[in-house]
């Protein structure tokens, strides 16, 4: 991500002239103390997870007979457009996003309540926090 100027890079202790030279390489988040960088540095386990999403979607795209370029074009695009509606609307509330993302007995309903009910949320919430224990 760095390597194409993107993504967040965090800074502790806040200081103008470190962050300058990293805002030339992603996109510098300035901690105000060492307990929060900790806490953001959490969500960089978060990655080879994100990844593995993707990967699961392509993969059943793969065996469901959709060719490999179709998939991954497809999928990229996907991503690229979900992740777009949070940059475009980053104080917009992700709960209410969450609800207008679905319809009422709709696809993404059932799938996004599959996944609570396996108790995927709660798992990476208990995921977090154990990573939180561990880098504190």
């Known amino acids: 991500m760095i390597k194409h100027n993107l993504g967040p890079i965090i ?3 806040k200081n103008k002239v470190i962050e300058g030279f ?7 988040i300035a901690t105000s103390n060492e307990k929060e960088n900790k806490k953001l540095w959490v969500m960089t386990s978060f ?6 999403i993707f990967n699961t979607a392509h993969k059943w795209f793969l065996r ?3 060719n490999k370029n ?5 999928l990229i695009h996907l ?15 992700m709960d209410k996003m969450i609800k207008e993302f679905q319809t009422k007995g709709g696809i993404n309903e059932e799938l996004l309540n599959k996944a609570k009910k396996s ?4 798992n990476l919430n208990k995921g977090f926090d154990k990573i939180y224990n561990r880098v504190k």
């Open 11 to 13: 800074v502790y202790p």
């Open 22 to 28: 990293f805002n030339k390489l992603g996109k510098v």
């Open 47 to 52: 990655m080879a997870t994100y990844f593995e």
């Open 64 to 66: 469901k007979g959709i």
């Open 70 to 74: 179709k998939s991954m074009e497809y």
């Open 79 to 93: 991503f690229k457009a979900l992740n777009n509606e949070t940059i475009k609307n980053s104080n917009y509330s």
């Open 119 to 122: 108790g995927v949320f709660k």
